[in-house]
């Protein structure tokens, strides 16, 4: 069982910047591979960003290529979304999520276990 409590949400400028973290509980958090997800009002949940349990693959949607990244730190059970140059329509609420390693996927269905989300405002 893992835990994910998001956090580093709020309002921005756009152009500006934002971190969000992902805190995950439980021993076996190198054995995850992790996921970012946004949902915005009247849309369905998208793809972001994922992350391989081991940090050495990351794969990310075309929307935010170039502009985000993600990291983690299997020490502190952490992963985190460094997100620059936001633009009005990366506005949603933001979600992390957890499955165990495997085959890497963008599917958010495949994805175990969810954080309970952050919202993102960018102003224009």
């Known amino acids: 069982q893992v835990q994910l409590v998001e956090s580093g949400g709020g309002l921005v400028q756009a152009g500006g910047s934002l971190r969000l973290s992902c805190a995950a509980s439980g021993r076996t958090f190198s054995s995850y591979d992790m996921g970012w997800f946004r949902q915005a009002p009247g849309k369905e949940r998208e793809f972001v960003a994922l992350?391989?349990?081991?940090?050495?693959?990351?794969y990310y949607a075309d929307s935010v290529k170039g502009r985000f990244t993600f990291t983690r730190d299997n020490a502190k059970n952490t992963v985190y979304l460094q997100m620059n140059s936001l633009k009005p329509e990366d506005t949603a609420v933001y979600y992390c999520?957890?499955?165990?390693?495997?085959?890497?996927?963008?599917?958010?269905?495949?994805?175990?276990?969810w954080g309970q989300g952050t919202q993102v405002t960018v102003s224009s």
């Open positions: 999520a957890a499955r165990e390693r495997g085959v890497v996927t963008t599917d958010p269905k495949m994805y175990d276990y």
């Open positions: 992350i391989s349990w081991s940090g050495r693959y990351t």
